[in-house]
């Protein structure tokens, strides 16, 4: 059982920054492949961003490529977005997610464990 946990969401304008954390447990973390995904309303789930346990390669949405920037600590079981020059259709429920096999999938079905979502909202 891992335990995922985001934190940083919020209300933001047009343009400006956010950045999202999520905690996972377990003591295989660096292990892991870590992502984000997004959910906005009516809408499926969206990959947006993910990093590889074995050298921290990211891939991104082409929609967020130089404005997002993932990154992880393996020392802290910790992963990071940082979001920038936002805009209002980034507007979601933005989850974080744990590949246990470490497979770099931008597919959600291949992520084992979810964290709840945290809100962004992006007003124009």
């Known amino acids: 059982q891992v335990d995922v946990v985001e934190s940083g969401g919020g209300l933001v304008q047009a343009g400006g920054s956010l950045r999202l954390s999520c905690m996972a447990s377990?003591?295989?973390?660096?292990?892991?492949?870590m992502a984000w995904f997004r959910q906005a309303p009516g809408k499926g789930r969206e990959f947006v961003a993910s990093i590889s346990a074995r050298d921290s390669k990211a891939e991104y949405l082409d929609s967020v490529k130089g404005r997002f920037t993932i990154s992880r600590d393996n020392a802290k079981n910790t992963v990071s977005l940082q979001m920038s020059s936002l805009r209002p259709e980034d507007t979601a429920l933005y989850y974080c997610?744990?590949?246990?096999?470490?497979?770099?999938?931008?597919?959600?079905?291949?992520?084992?464990?979810w964290g709840q979502g945290t809100q962004v909202t992006v007003s124009s």
């Open positions: 377990g003591r295989m973390f660096g292990r892991y492949t």
């Open positions: 997610a744990a590949d246990l096999n470490g497979e770099d999938s931008l597919e959600a079905r291949k992520y084992d464990y």
